[in-house]
């Protein structure tokens, strides 16, 4: 392959040629302007850099070629026209003259100049070693390089004393579908499930490769249930027989798994009994390839394409591009050996011209990916769940006809009331998503006539990929949270519970951490602080990573826990017992409530009641005898606490001369309080009390009752519970009752929650689980936000939290200081949950629209630069203005469930916006004026904002616009508020009632919020 072809072959890696039959993400994309873009590698580029060279050399001849007429002019003018030989060469005898010798190396350097062909496969050479470096796999990876001997790389660094650095430090890690788990999709009436299931072996010392593939599962491939297909795969290295049996010796990843994928194809299909089913498998379905084949591409591609998109790729590979021709095609050792340096000049320049193109192109795609990954994200739905002692009576006959809520009940274990009268009393939790819309709208109105939504709300529960939720979330709870706690997956190589890029583990680990972490800085509030989770292997990054995002002096403790029992026994090292909670703080005015546990009987003691210093009155009367205390100190505390403790018996007294004990005891007589002792429920009182111990029970005392001495000891019992520190190992930190691998002890919960908030208090967690964070602060009085991508937020989080609001008995409920608050009487709530729209969404089903305009206007630069910021312009996902004419009707195709088809769905275009302006919704309406309006009365920097949505078309008449006017006027004037957007147009003036407010129109805010 000559260098120009091996190149372009770069290229067309780079621009993802190699998968073109993928249909998802930038493939999808880049397919749709595949054409120009090979013409852009085939044609445009070699004519490009002929064109460089042709104008370089150009501009170079012209140069010389006057150098060399004068040159051979001076030569004329001194040594005569005689000096050349009829070819035009200089005679030998004239070439060691002054003019001779000028004449021929201008004349050399002509040459040279004419000769610059050669150079130009430098150029690819250059181009091809430049972009090389930085590409695996479909990611880039940001290495900066450096070429000192011994140094391959350097890293961006400004003298700090220690530096913390990972090669992925400056992308977005964005492998959060919610695809790894389960793909599903129909094959006739049949529903194909492939399911990622662990390998049984370890492979240790027998694997051959690094990179992992998927595989057909060996034990059991496939399974038929019920219409299910189940095919089963692993993903793993290869055993050395598996790379000869699969012929993957060679060749790229992407071309290993293809291979293998048409082997797990043809073995699907060899098993899969039923003919209609295989038929059905087997058809031609998209490109070339039968259904199952499609599909298993589809998804292999899925997980192990695309992890990262670069926050800024241009600059980074533009500055790169300028220290490698620096450093590489005009390094000091090429440039010292050559006569003529122009050729490299001209060769510096052509790299740098096309390396930009090429650059700007690369950059336009990954920009193009980072903007749809940074843009905020539609509210797909938003529902509300409420217990029924919260709901106005008036709904209860609608309530208690709903089959569908009342199977739910019964499904979740609750007992039905007999009679719907009853409804006040069970606390039931109703779901709106089994009631129509004007049911919640109505219920919505209701709520908030006398009190304000978001302050009677008591959580929000959030399905979506984090870092996209807190992005949106982000201008509604800015510095509003109080405590956020998150357990994500650790840092596992083995069974981890995310996906990572083999070759950079920790490094994908600590960017998936990094991106999240940075924007819950931004939610804590001033007092806030965040607990982060891990264990060994991922604490040695957590650590400096959290030191960088929340400052050092924020760092507060290092808490050791509990891990799960395991006795597996570990070999080569000790037993790991621990786990850890990384506290940080937002900043110096944390929150710190001190956490206290019963003390255990070995920790107890009595001590002496003095402290340094003298106060007055020195004397106190114990037991009816006053006593001093020793020169140089005072006794802790006043006489009346004195009184207390003794009647507590957190105080005695002890005859110094024969060890003889004295409590206070109202009947005064040593046998019955002897025999009481046994008795009393407070035992740790009396734990250093023996059979053989001399103990009284006495109001007052004179000298001792046993040995007549009169020298007595004051003794203090430590109160029965203990600071807590930063060992938490006293508790356990899993737990196993609500069916999820890795949930969290509510115990734990408790100490986490009630050490860094009050009452009413914030709390957050968005790597959620099984939903342990909310349910505990929902018990322990607290506000809570939980975010969780996985499905079993619809089968365990949302069941959770419904059996917790109408009462959860098991966890913390039955703790001593939980019960008061939280118990069947004091339970109910009220809180919403809602699905947002995910990055895969957006860039699966974005539209692109030929914009001739823009085309004409930047010609060859409209490829290179600007195609994909016109042509999705006005697109749905960046808000598409038109359709806000009915904000009822906004539509979206996003895969709700698990991956399959997209489904096209109306969105919460209202909820959206509230997000985005970060509006605090107090109250809302729904009404009919010839179609419908929904009304927002919401808060925002202490003002008061309506926001007035309704559905209009072009067709209105004067009239229209004049009585759309009049009804919003009537609406919203109750409300007072001082600003009011309205979508669309409208004749609305700034005087509504007697009040005047500030008129503003959503879409062009909305377009720009949404960015
Ligand atoms: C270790 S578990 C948390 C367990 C939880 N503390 C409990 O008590 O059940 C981590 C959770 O984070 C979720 N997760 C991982 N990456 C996520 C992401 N990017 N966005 C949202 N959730 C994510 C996983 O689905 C999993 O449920």
């Not at 669309?984 to 062009?1004: A, C, D, F």
């Amino acid at each position: 392959m000559d260098v120009i072809q091996k190149f372009q072959e770069l290229l067309k890696k780079l621009f993802q040629f190699e998968v073109s039959d993928l249909d998802f993400g930038i493939y999808r994309v880049l397919n749709y302007k595949r054409d120009q873009i090979e013409k852009f590698i085939q044609e445009d580029l070699k004519n490009k850099v002929e064109d460089a060279f042709a104008k370089h050399k150009d501009e170079r001849l012209t140069d010389i070629n006057q150098r060399f007429e004068s040159a051979k002019e001076k030569v004329n003018q001194n040594l005569g026209p005689t000096a050349f030989t009829p070819t035009g060469d200089l005679k030998e005898e004239f070439k060691d003259t002054p003019v001779g010798k000028d004449f021929l190396l201008v004349k050399a350097q002509k040459e040279e100049a004419e000769a610059i062909d050669e150079i130009k496969l430098q150029v690819f050479n250059d181009l091809y070693n430049f972009f090389s470096r930085y590409y695996e796999e479909g990611d880039f990876v940001p290495h900066y390089r450096y070429s000192i001997k011994g140094h391959k790389y350097a890293i961006p660094y400004n003298g700090e004393e220690v530096k913390l650095y990972w090669v992925n430090s400056e992308q977005y890690y964005t492998k959060t579908g919610v695809l790894f788990r389960d793909y599903t999709f129909r094959a006739n009436d049949y529903k194909v499930i492939f399911r990622i299931v662990s390998a049984k072996e370890e492979l240790a010392s027998n694997k051959a490769t690094r990179e992992r593939f998927f595989v057909l599962d060996d034990e059991q491939p496939l399974t038929i249930e019920n219409k299910a297909l189940i095919i089963r795969f692993q993903y793993r290295e290869l055993t050395e027989d598996e790379v000869k049996d699969y012929e993957v010796g060679g060749g790229s990843n992407a071309a290993k798994q293809e291979k293998i994928n048409q082997r797990s194809y043809d073995e699907v299909l060899k098993r899969a009994k039923d003919p209609t089913l295989g038929g059905f498998l087997g058809k031609e379905y998209k490109n070339g390839n039968p259904l199952l084949l499609y599909h298993i591409s589809r998804f292999s591609a899925k997980n192990t394409k695309d992890y990262f998109i670069h926050k800024n790729l241009k600059k980074f590979l533009s500055e790169q591009l300028d220290y490698f021709i620096k450093a590489e095609v005009l390094d000091i050792e090429t440039l010292e050996k050559e006569r003529f340096l122009d050729k490299h000049t001209t060769r510096a320049k052509v790299v740098r011209e096309i390396g930009e193109d090429i650059i700007d192109f690369l950059s336009q795609i990954e920009d193009f990916q980072k903007r749809l990954w940074e843009k905020k994200k539609f509210v797909l739905k938003t529902e509300y769940v409420i217990t029924t002692d919260r709901v106005p009576e008036e709904f209860y006959e609608e309530i208690w006809a709903n089959k569908l809520q009342r199977k739910e009940w019964g499904d979740l274990g609750f007992e039905i009331p007999k009679t719907k009268e009853q409804l006040r009393d069970t606390k039931l939790p109703i779901d709106t998503k089994y009631f129509t819309l004007e049911f919640k709208e109505k219920l919505l109105e209701k709520l908030t006539e006398n009190a304000d939504l978001d302050d009677l709300l008591d959580g929000v529960l959030i399905k979506s990929e984090n870092w996209q939720a807190l992005n949106t979330i982000l201008p509604r709870f800015k510095e509003k949270v109080q405590t956020i706690y998150i357990d994500p997956p650790f840092n596992k190589e083995q069974d981890a519970d995310y996906l990572y890029n083999v070759k950079y583990k920790d490094s994908t680990w600590m960017s998936m951490l990094e991106n999240r972490l940075r924007l819950a800085r931004e939610l804590l509030n001033e007092k806030g602080s965040i607990f982060v989770r891990c264990d060994y292997n991922g604490d040695w990054l957590v650590r400096p990573l959290m030191n960088e995002i929340f400052g050092e002096e924020n760092f507060r403790n290092e808490i050791v826990i509990n891990r799960k029992r395991q006795a597996i026994g570990t070999p080569n090292k000790f037993e790991v017992e621990n786990e850890l909670l990384f506290l940080f703080s937002k900043g110096e005015k944390f929150l710190k409530r001190d956490i206290f546990r019963p003390r255990s009987l070995v920790d107890m003691k009595w001590t002496n009641f003095l402290k340094q210093e003298e106060r007055r009155p020195p004397e106190r009367v114990f037991l009816g005898k006053t006593l001093y205390p020793p020169k140089g100190q005072h006794f802790a505390l006043v006489q009346k606490k004195v009184d207390k403790l003794l009647k507590e018996h957190y105080l005695r007294l002890k005859c110094r001369s024969c060890t003889a004990i004295y409590y206070w005891d109202k009947e005064d007589s040593r046998e019955l309080f002897s025999k009481k002792l046994r008795s009393f429920k407070d035992k740790f009182k009396y734990f250093d009390i023996s059979a053989d111990s001399k103990v009284f029970g006495v109001t007052s005392l004179d000298r001792c009752l046993s040995c007549g001495a009169d020298d007595w000891q004051v003794e203090y019992l430590t109160s029965e519970e203990i600071k807590i520190g930063d060992n938490w190992k006293d508790i356990v930190s899993y737990d196993n009752r609500w069916g999820f691998k890795t949930e969290n002890s509510e115990i734990l919960l408790q100490r986490v929650i009630e050490s860094t908030s009050n009452e009413g208090d914030l709390v957050m967690d968005f790597f959620l689980g099984s939903g342990t964070t909310t349910a505990v602060a929902h018990k322990l009085g607290r506000k809570w936000i939980g975010v969780e991508m996985g499905e079993h937020f619809w089968t365990v989080i949302l069941p959770r939290m419904k059996k917790v609001l109408t009462y959860d008995k098991s966890g913390i409920s039955k703790e001593r200081d939980v019960k008061e608050k939280y118990n069947k009487n004091t339970a109910g709530g009220f809180f919403k949950y809602q699905v947002i729209e995910q990055y895969e969404d957006a860039l699966d089903n974005i539209e692109l629209k030929e914009n001739q305009k823009a085309r004409e206007l930047f010609k060859d630069q409209y490829l290179l630069k600007y195609f994909l910021d016109y042509e999705t312009r006005e697109s749905s996902y960046f808000l598409n203005i038109d359709q806000l004419k009915n904000p009822f009707a906004y539509q979206l195709k996003v895969n709700l469930e698990e991956l399959g088809e997209p489904e096209e769905i109306i969105v919460d275009i209202p909820e959206t916006f509230n997000y985005l302006l970060g509006l605090k919704v107090k109250k809302v309406k729904a009404r009919n004026n010839g179609g419908k309006y929904w009304l927002v009365l919401g808060e925002k920097e202490q003002k008061e904002i309506a926001v007035v949505w309704r559905e209009y078309n072009d067709n209105w008449t004067d009239e229209d616009w004049e009585r759309d006017r009049e009804f919003i006027i009537k609406e919203i004037e109750p409300w007072a508020p001082h600003i009011v957007y309205v979508n669309g147009q409208s004749v609305l003036t700034p005087k509504i009632g007697n009040h005047t407010v500030e008129i503003r129109y959503i879409e062009p805010e909305f377009k720009i919020l949404m960015r």
